[in-house]
């Protein structure tokens, strides 16, 4: 069936292989035109960054060339790894400023260092019994230096560039709609180096995690001819064991059998089972989270369908694209796979995607003036329309005091948005100014931030956590977290009456939970006390890390 739409192609830069998409159509019923991969020129790709664009540039044009592709409009990958991912809590401001506020936290909290870089981001939506709070924001960014590689790349292949926008994120949105109808349901996309774990409600991003688990630690090579021993998993599939037959064995790009490191997909699967049980704590009223889609852009890692099935006891399912969509370039089901991500990134210029999928632009250094702007924009039609309505009020003497009338009005309401969007940013800056004079004051003082904050963690029960630690300008510092049972908090109490540091240890609040379905109870605490100065403690050994 022909499909309408204009081609886009989708472009996965990886550090041994170049997989291009093209891909036409309207969500989601598209199709695949064309694929293809290439190896990567050695030592090309290194750590994410393209060290060698003209080499990349000259391999991605051949391959082009190869599968005929008919247009060069493309969506290009940018390693995970050059990526900082971000949910920062933002204040409510009007939607044109959003984007300068952004920047403004990034620069504070020097997210990307002191050097330049791009970034883009998209509100998430917040639950309705948190509605009074302000919004929350996934970030996204990488260094212009990075970015600058990936361009230069596509200059030299001749490629008409769209956007920039992560290999994970491109990994998500493949998998997307497996998990669109469902009404809670999770995504977890291993990329190279990290993964990253997303659940939505009825389609919206609800929990964005990165996780520091990649294929690369995953992946073992698997040596010798002879079988390795495994011990019974229960029916689990049995990663690292060499199977009888050799046609279920997975090869490598380079022809060398790799085998699942236990390992690693152990913890990758502790870190997931935390991540949904966080989920479930914060969200009670939500349903339970019923399907988790994987998506992984190799078919080495297909075995863990099976294992993450058994192990957090929840339906998975490997992300796939329909057989219809590839047409005639479709190889085979495993071989598939590696399409995956190349696919996600075309996906992006589709008609009909959802408006809850991220969509990010990396591709360029993004430094907004958007409040000056509309500013002036305002003002230039307010003095239009102004001089407009004394020109036609000599003519049309009947009409003045009405015309007057409005354009007063409506000067007198921009004058109200300007004093509004000024008083908002002055807000931010007095809030980042206190901060500051925060920070100075107590730097002053002389305190150990450093050590204080080593005995904090290490003062904590090893069944307790910590949700937030706050400091006053007085000194008084506020614990706040939540363990098992009571004695868990007794232990935490009395570990940090011994730290030399503090003064006035007391137990302000706990509050017991009520078990839910997938955690016992819960109970919630806060701690008091108040910092003694540097001179008293400039001497006091500190505290030793308990491990937890």
Same mark, same amino acid.
């Given at each position: 069936?022909?499909?309408?739409?204009?081609?886009? *192609?989708?472009?996965?830069?990886?550090?041994?292989?170049?997989?291009? #998409?093209?891909?036409?159509?309207?969500?989601?019923?598209?199709?695949?035109?064309?694929?293809?991969?290439?190896?990567?020129?050695?030592?090309?790709?290194?750590?994410?960054?393209?060290?060698?664009?003209?080499?990349?540039?000259?391999?991605?044009?051949?391959?082009?060339?190869?599968?005929?592709?008919?247009?060069?409009?493309?969506?290009?990958?940018?390693?995970?790894?050059?990526?900082?991912?971000?949910?920062?809590?933002?204040?409510?401001?009007?939607?044109?400023?959003?984007?300068?506020?952004?920047?403004?936290?990034?620069?504070?909290?020097?997210?990307?260092?002191?050097?330049?870089?791009?970034?883009?981001?998209?509100?998430?939506?917040?639950?309705?019994?948190?509605?009074?709070?302000?919004?929350?924001? !996934?970030?996204?960014?990488?260094?212009?230096?990075?970015?600058?590689?990936?361009?230069?790349?596509?200059?030299?292949?001749?490629?008409?560039?769209?956007?920039?926008?992560?290999?994970?994120?491109?990994?998500?949105?493949?998998?997307?709609?497996?998990?669109?109808?469902?009404? #809670?349901?999770?995504?977890? @996309?291993?990329?190279?180096?990290?993964?990253?774990?997303?659940?939505?409600?009825?389609?919206?991003?609800? *929990?964005?995690?990165?996780?520091?688990?990649?294929?690369?630690?995953?992946?073992?090579?698997?040596?010798?001819?002879?079988?390795?021993?495994?011990?019974?998993?229960?029916?689990?599939?049995?990663?690292?064991?060499? @199977?009888?037959?050799?046609?279920?064995?997975? @090869?490598?790009?380079?022809?060398?059998?790799?085998?699942?490191?236990?390992?690693?997909?152990?913890?990758?699967?502790?870190?997931?089972?935390?991540?949904?049980?966080?989920?479930?704590?914060?969200?009670?009223?939500?349903?339970?989270?019923?399907?988790?889609?994987?998506?992984?852009? #190799?078919?080495? !890692?297909?075995?863990?369908?099976?294992?993450?099935?058994? @192990?957090?006891?929840?339906?998975?399912?490997?992300?796939?694209?329909?057989?219809?969509?590839?047409?005639?370039?479709?190889?085979?089901?495993?071989?598939?796979?590696?399409?995956?991500?190349?696919?996600?990134?075309?996906?992006?210029?589709?008609?009909?995607?959802?408006?809850?999928?991220?969509?990010?632009?990396?591709?360029?250094?993004?430094?907004?003036?958007?409040?000056?702007?509309?500013?002036?924009?305002?003002?230039?039609?307010? !003095?239009?329309?102004?001089?407009?309505?004394?020109?036609?009020?000599?003519?049309?003497?009947?009409?003045?005091?009405?015309?007057?009338?409005?354009?007063?009005?409506?000067?007198?309401?921009?004058?109200?948005?300007?004093?509004?969007?000024?008083?908002?940013?002055?807000?931010?800056?007095?809030? #980042?100014?206190?901060?500051?004079?925060?920070?100075?004051?107590?730097?002053?003082?002389?305190? %150990?931030? %450093?050590?204080?904050?080593?005995?904090?963690?290490?003062?904590?029960?090893?069944?307790?956590?910590?949700?937030?630690?706050?400091?006053?300008?007085?000194?008084?510092?506020?614990?706040?977290?939540?363990?098992?049972?009571?004695?868990?908090?007794?232990?935490?109490?009395?570990?940090?009456?011994?730290?030399?540091?503090?003064?006035?240890?007391?137990?302000?609040?706990?509050?017991?939970?009520?078990?839910?379905?997938?955690?016992?109870?819960?109970?919630?605490?806060?701690?008091?006390?108040?910092?003694?100065?540097?001179?008293?403690?400039?001497?006091?050994?500190?505290?030793?890390?308990?491990?937890?």
């Amino acid at each position: 069936m022909a499909v309408s739409g204009r081609s886009i *192609l989708g472009i996965d830069i990886g550090p041994s292989e170049i997989c291009v #998409v093209e891909l036409r159509g309207v969500w989601p019923d598209f199709q695949i035109l064309r694929a293809g991969k290439t190896t990567t020129p050695v030592k090309a790709v290194e750590g994410g960054r393209v060290v060698d664009p003209s080499a990349v540039g000259d391999a991605l044009r051949s391959l082009l060339d190869a599968i005929g592709a008919s247009t060069r409009e493309a969506v290009l990958s940018i390693a995970e790894s050059c990526v900082v991912t971000r949910v920062l809590d933002v204040p409510v401001v009007p939607a044109n400023e959003m984007r300068t506020v952004i920047e403004g936290e990034l620069a504070h909290y020097q997210i990307l260092g002191n050097t330049a870089g791009a970034f883009d981001f998209m509100l998430l939506t917040r639950r309705d019994a948190d509605s009074v709070s302000g919004p929350q924001a !996934l970030v996204m960014a990488a260094e212009e230096q990075v970015v600058k590689g990936y361009r230069a790349a596509a200059e030299v292949a001749g490629l008409q560039l769209i956007a920039m926008e992560p290999t994970l994120l491109a990994c998500y949105r493949a998998g997307f709609a497996q998990i669109q109808s469902h009404p #809670v349901a999770a995504c977890l @996309a291993i990329g190279l180096h990290e993964s990253e774990i997303t659940v939505t409600c009825n389609g919206q991003i609800r *929990l964005y995690r990165r996780i520091d688990i990649g294929r690369d630690t995953m992946m073992l090579e698997r040596h010798g001819s002879g079988r390795e021993s495994a011990p019974s998993t229960g029916g689990r599939v049995p990663f690292g064991e060499v @199977a009888d037959d050799p046609q279920d064995d997975f @090869a490598s790009p380079d022809d060398q059998a790799r085998v699942i490191n236990p390992s690693t997909a152990s913890s990758l699967t502790v870190e997931l089972q935390r991540s949904l049980d966080y989920f479930a704590s914060q969200s009670p009223e939500e349903s339970t989270i019923d399907r988790l889609v994987l998506t992984v852009p #190799v078919p080495e !890692l297909a075995p863990l369908e099976t294992w993450f099935t058994q @192990a957090i006891a929840i339906e998975t399912v490997m992300a796939k694209l329909p057989p219809a969509q590839y047409g005639g370039t479709k190889t085979d089901e495993t071989e598939s796979l590696r399409y995956l991500c190349a696919a996600g990134l075309a996906m992006r210029e589709l008609a009909g995607l959802p408006a809850s999928m991220p969509r990010f632009d990396l591709s360029s250094q993004q430094r907004t003036d958007a409040v000056v702007r509309t500013a002036r924009r305002t003002f230039n039609l307010s !003095l239009y329309a102004s001089i407009g309505t004394f020109a036609l009020g000599t003519l049309l003497a009947l009409q003045i005091g009405f015309r007057a009338n409005r354009v007063e009005q409506d000067l007198v309401r921009l004058k109200q948005d300007l004093a509004a969007q000024q008083l908002v940013r002055e807000q931010y800056i007095t809030s #980042v100014q206190t901060r500051q004079d925060l920070l100075r004051s107590l730097r002053t003082q002389g305190f %150990p931030f %450093p050590r204080i904050m080593d005995s904090i963690f290490g003062a904590v029960a090893s069944k307790a956590g910590l949700v937030s630690v706050s400091l006053d300008p007085s000194g008084r510092l506020t614990v706040n977290g939540d363990a098992n049972n009571e004695k868990e908090i007794i232990k935490t109490l009395e570990s940090l009456r011994r730290i030399p540091y503090f003064d006035s240890v007391s137990m302000d609040m706990f509050d017991k939970q009520s078990p839910t379905m997938t955690s016992g109870w819960l109970v919630r605490f806060q701690i008091s006390c108040q910092l003694t100065s540097a001179r008293s403690t400039a001497s006091a050994a500190p505290v030793d890390r308990r491990e937890r």
